[in-house]
């Protein structure tokens, strides 16, 4: 029975909204949540001061286990479509303690990933503001009004999750839609306005003389924007056509985000000079400076819409996993609560929200607290990349040990070669990715990373230890 408050709010765990989004909510969901223009603004300068042009490169190198990852995501949702999808898989497959320390890293994952988000939404909402002249560059400059912006950005993103799945996907579309044709113009102007700064080369996507330790810091910087996609897998319990749509949208979403980068990355680094790219916090902005000047604005517009897209999308994965987590008695009950009227798990949502609120006073409040966390939240491409990881692991045993025929496949005994294959590629990709960014990590994020990295991996064992309370609720 589902307990509920005076005003119809559940206190219990119950049901997600089900069948409620369509695959064209899904795939903008996932195209949304990678944040295209967000990340070309926030990764691409430090990757071309690290790759030169050859972080064009990095990022399709980097993009390549990802999206053998996505494939593996789009069979484990045909066969076990669930709103804790990782987490769910690895318990399902593997076993509850596999299972257990996979929650723990997709929370770690995913948490730490959405201050990252919180703070750029306030630097880049004031830089709009400043651009327009409505504010001061004192006000434009400020710590406290950056941290006030987020703290606004945060509550904002908290009310189409609340509303639930299907107002969330609607904002999306809508700030979606913004985002690509402001990018769009201006691609289409810089395309048109053709001026070359540094001629085109296929050297960009593929050289043999490569400078393989710029290449690979750049890898690691291009991990945290080549994810965000697998957010249709954590949405498949609120999918119209949960074990044929989930996955799918992913790999489309992927797919049309290289696409952007495919486009955009080269043409910036054709119209601009590599030193002004590479020393800019924004260079798509530089970029649009060169191509119209006057209406440069726009492009904090798009980036913005972008960031914050990405904050709610963020939100949203960690607020399905935790309320399957709590669902199979990982995580406390509350975690799962879901609200009667929006069908949403409002609690932990709340409680994402309050988290970051607390994070951002404490880091603005605290030059100690804020660099330790501006270290952890440097590295939440790591995790991201530890998740996708165990994931392949999943595959190699799911599709070497433990296939059997089941939902839309062919009933009789069959094998999976090429995604035996697929499987071990993603986890070996995958595994330097992870290695390499922890062995970079003193360059690239703090010297005393790896120490922070080894505590934070350490508290699994309490995740862990509950596993043996685990109770798996499959959906399907």
């Known amino acids: 029975m589902v307990g509920k408050s005076s005003h119809g709010i559940h206190t219990e765990i119950s049901d997600l909204k089900r069948d409620v989004l369509h695959i064209l909510d899904l795939i903008p969901l996932s195209t949304s949540s990678v944040a295209p223009t967000f990340s070309i603004a926030a990764a691409y300068g430090v990757m071309v001061s690290l790759a030169g042009s050859q972080a064009i490169m990095a990022t399709f190198l980097t993009a390549l286990p990802f999206l053998l990852t996505a494939f593996i995501f789009r069979q484990f949702n045909i066969h076990y479509p669930n709103a804790g999808a990782s987490y769910h898989w690895g318990t399902k497959i593997i076993g509850r303690k596999f299972g257990s320390f996979q929650a723990w890293i997709i929370t770690l994952a995913y948490f730490f990933s959405i201050p990252p988000i919180v703070v750029p939404a306030g630097e880049y909402t004031l830089a709009l503001l400043y651009s327009l002249g409505l504010i001061s560059y004192n006000v434009y400059s400020s710590q406290l009004y950056v941290a006030i912006m987020g703290i606004i950005w945060v509550i904002i993103a908290t009310i189409p999750l609340i509303l639930g799945a299907k107002p969330t996907a609607r904002f999306t579309e809508a700030f979606l839609v913004i985002e690509i044709v402001i990018l769009s113009l201006f691609l289409g102007f810089g395309l048109t306005h053709f001026k070359v700064v540094n001629p085109f080369s296929f050297n ?10 710029g290449v690979i810091l750049a890898m690691i910087v291009a991990s945290t924007i080549v994810d965000g996609w697998e957010i249709d897998s954590y949405s498949s319990e609120e999918s119209k056509k949960p074990k044929q749509w989930p996955g799918l949208s992913g790999i489309i979403g992927l797919l049309s985000v290289l696409m952007i980068y495919g486009i955009t990355m ?7 000079p590599l030193n002004l790219l590479s020393q800019s916090v924004d260079p798509l902005f530089t970029w649009a400076q060169g191509i119209i000047p006057s209406y440069s604005w726009l492009i904090d517009l798009a980036v913005l819409l972008s960031t914050a897209s990405s904050l709610w999308l963020t939100a949203f994965i960690l607020s399905r996993a935790w309320y ?8 406390p009950s509350f975690f799962g609560w879901v609200h009667e009227g ?14 970051n609120i607390l994070l951002n006073v404490l880091m603005l409040l605290s030059p100690s607290v804020q660099s330790f966390f501006t270290m952890v939240l440097s590295a939440a491409g790591i995790f991201l990349a530890m998740e996708f990881f165990l994931d392949s692991i999943s595959g190699i045993v799911f599709f070497w040990l433990k296939h059997r025929p089941m939902g839309k496949e062919n009933s009789k005994e069959h094998i999976h070669w ?18 390499l960014g922890l062995y970079f990590s003193p360059q690239t994020i703090g010297q005393s990373f790896i120490y922070i990295f080894l505590g934070l991996i350490s508290f699994s064992i309490v995740f862990v230890y509950l596993s043996r309370k685990i109770k798996v609720r499959d959906f399907i």
């Open 204 to 213: 960009w996507f593929f050289d043999t003389k490569v400078n393989w330790s």
């Open 266 to 272: 080269p043409l910036m680094t054709i119209e601009t």
């Open 324 to 331: 399957a987590m709590a669902r199979d008695n990982l995580l």
């Open 342 to 355: 929006f069908g949403s798990p409002w609690m932990n949502i709340f409680i994402i929200s309050g988290l």
């Open 418 to 435: 090429i995604y035996r294959i697929i499987s071990i590629l993603a986890s070996v990709g995958l595994g330097l990715i992870i290695i």
